[in-house]
């Protein structure tokens, strides 16, 4: 909800009430049109907006919006291509004041000029994360993948980073599994939407905020503020979450105690793919842990409106046939300017939902068959950007880093670039400045009989010869003399024209030396590293100045190993200078053909036995295990790795709850 005083509450609450809306066209060209209550067609306007679809609550939306208005105007239509639209309510309050409420800013998608009217149809800023995402295989934060949607689709982040990072799952690294379904930056984040238990919504500034479910309401809605309403008799719930593996194409299921109510989809989603098993649970339990708190009653009511309440917030109803004990959220909302208000709150019968089996959930979330990634001739592709900005110094700095693996030997080729901004250490500079000096002389009226001691202009005044440090004539004098005895100069410097008037001239033979600082040159040195193994055939050197540069790099990796999880890295670092790689910034890929989806193998054996069958009350007998173990290392790439070797106790016996036939 967004927040307003309790005289406004108390005013929207009351019988009457006086308001009016005012709004703002700002087209790209800078002109601004100003418009309100008179310029607004009765009826036409309206605000739409929504976190949920419309049958059930979801995780993780990135619902966009909408904004429809008809104006009398005579704006010329093909101005408002992206024009902004800004609508504010005002309210007059109880002492006669006003408040502002602003209702969101607006992006122009259609502007159709009828004959005295313009129809605009407008969006939020949520339509700008549709850019292309183009499945970039990147590690980082929640906040890391926020950030950098955000700064590409250049929408302002509302949620600071410790306020994400102290969410259950928002300090744990993620990873983009390669092989995905991310089109845009609002695919990912729907997907950071799931993993922190929300979702995303463009706020009434313009900027994408992260909102979660809660159980505190913000308002109760009497029955004298309701033209009509409908509730549910059940109460919407969850206590499960479901997530499929793609490696393993099962659905992991995680539940509560009781698990009685709804089973939350989260479907593939490429942020939970990676890692143990026991890190997925611990996410996937974050997660249902924010969906507990959902206890929601469906319904749908027609309001005299606040203009304040926003998706996701919490209501509770009184009077009539609604059940002033239970709560209820608002999954969309419908606001008419001028008019009524329209909320709706969606979701599903547990008691329908626990009809299907345990098995049919799982098969719900069980992945269709996809195409076999070993064959021959298929060019994959594994990409990578960076999610943080990294600061290059004199210390090696790990830019890259790709895993990828392939179902046959071949070869892979490495390309990257990177922006750079350089600040180069300045460089002092020195040199002598020499020259000659010409210093004039007026003439007087006398004959000029100066000297080197005298020093003599021909108007008949003595000057110091070079006693005075201020005096002109008495340094320029010593200069031309080529020694400290001024007086041994040329006679003839001091008074050669014999007080004609036309004066003379002294030139002085000057050397100076002259310091100065300018911008140096920085060097960048590339290090390539795979599979733990520095590349020193190649290593990439590059010298800039300061300022923004290209680095582009490129490596052809030969033999790869098939069946092997390889891991390319790259390492910069800088010498007479800094730099720094900002978020995005660092684009990279692997190609080549025949490229797995899978990882490698881990190592991991698993050894099962089986028993015969044995009465209950009998002997159970158990084989021992003596084995000898022995191992042969196949692989060609150089690895670090231990072996240890421990000796197993016999097993005595072991006890399980088992069912018998015909008993």
């Known amino acids: 909800m967004y927040p307003v005083s309790d005289a406004f509450l108390r005013a929207v609450r009351s019988n009457t009430r006086k308001y009016f809306w005012t709004g703002t066209i700002v087209t790209r060209g800078g002109m601004t049109y100003e418009f309100g209550a008179k310029e607004i067609v009765k009826g036409s306007g309206y605000i739409s907006r929504q976190c949920c679809g419309s049958t059930e609550i979801e995780l993780g939306t990135v619902y966009a919006a909408e904004m429809g208005i008809t104006l009398l105007s005579d704006i010329d239509r093909y101005t408002l291509e992206n024009a902004q639209v800004t609508l504010v309510f005002h309210l007059v309050l109880a002492d006669g004041s006003v408040e502002d409420v602003p209702m969101g800013v607006f992006e122009v998608s259609e502007a159709n000029r009828l004959a005295k009217c313009l129809e605009l149809k407008a969006y939020d800023f949520m339509l700008r994360f549709d850019k292309s995402f183009n499945g970039f295989e990147t590690v980082g934060t929640a906040y890391d993948f926020i950030a950098l949607c ?125 890692g143990l098993k026991e890190t997925r649970e611990m996410l996937c339990r974050n997660i249902l842990a924010d969906l507990s708190v959902i206890r929601y009653v469906p319904f749908d009511s027609d309001t005299i409106g606040n203009p304040a309440l926003d998706p996701g917030d919490v209501l509770t109803f009184a009077g009539g046939q609604a059940d002033e004990g239970q709560i209820t959220c608002i999954t969309s909302i419908r606001q008419k300017i001028g008019g009524k208000q329209s909320l709706k709150c969606v979701g599903k019968n547990p008691r329908l939902a626990q009809a299907k089996s345990r098995n049919d959930k799982n098969i719900s979330g069980l992945l269709n068959q996809i195409e076999d990634n070993a064959k021959t001739g298929k060019i994959g592709i594994h990409t990578f950007t960076n999610a943080s900005a990294h600061e290059i110094g004199q210390t090696k700095v790990k830019l890259i880093s790709i895993q990828f693996a392939s179902s046959e030997e071949n070869h892979m080729q490495f390309f990257a670039q990177v922006v750079v901004d350089v ?241």
């Not at 689709?153 to 259950?168: G, L, Q, S, T, Y």
């Open 150 to 274: 955000c700064k590409r689709c250049k929408v302002e982040f509302a949620n600071k980073r410790a306020e994400i990072d102290a969410m259950p799952n928002g300090g744990v690294t993620l990873s983009v599994y390669t092989e995905n379904d991310i089109e845009t930056c609002r695919d990912v984040l729907f997907y950071v939407a799931q993993v922190l238990g929300g979702f995303f919504i463009i706020n009434r500034e313009g900027k994408l905020e992260l909102r979660k479910y809660g159980k505190d309401p913000v308002m109760k809605v009497e029955q004298r503020h309701r033209f009509s309403s409908s509730f549910s008799d059940f109460i919407t719930r969850y206590t499960a979450v479901s997530s499929t593996n793609k490696q393993t194409q099962i659905a992991e299921y995680y539940a509560l105690d009781p698990d009685n109510g709804l089973t939350m989809n989260l479907g593939v989603n490429p942020l939970l793919q990676f």
């Open 423 to 663: 600040a180069a250490d300045p460089v002092e500079r020195s040199a002598e400045a020499s020259g000659t000096v010409v210093i004039p002389f007026p003439g007087g009226s006398g004959s000029g009989t100066g000297n080197g001691m005298e020093g003599s202009d021909g108007t008949g005044e003595a000057l110091d010869g070079g006693n005075s440090e201020n005096d002109v004539t008495g340094n320029v004098a010593g200069n031309v003399s080529g020694n400290e005895n001024a007086g041994s100069g040329d006679d003839a410097s001091g008074g050669s024209d014999a007080g004609s008037g036309g004066g003379s001239e002294i030139s002085v033979d000057v050397s100076l030396p002259v310091k100065w600082q300018e911008d140096g040159q920085a060097v960048c040195h590339a290090v390539f590293e795979f599979n733990n193994e520095e590349i020193v055939e190649h290593c990439p050197v590059e010298t800039w100045h300061s300022g923004k540069h290209i680095l582009s790099l490129y490596y052809p990796i030969e033999k790869i190993v098939a069946n092997y999880t390889n891991t390319f890295n790259v390492y910069l670092w800088m010498e007479n200078g800094s730099g720094t790689v900002d978020v995005g910034d660092c684009i990279a890929s692997v190609s080549g053909q025949a490229m797995a989806a899978g990882e490698a193998w881990d190592g991991k054996l698993e050894v099962e036995d089986y028993t015969t069958r044995f009465a209950i009350g009998g002997g159970l007998n158990v084989n021992g295990f003596r084995e000898l173990l022995s191992m042969q290392m196949k692989e060609t790439v150089n690895r670090g790795f231990e072996v240890y070797f421990a000796e197993r106790a016999g097993i005595s016996g072991f006890s399980r709850p088992v069912e018998m036939e015909d008993v």
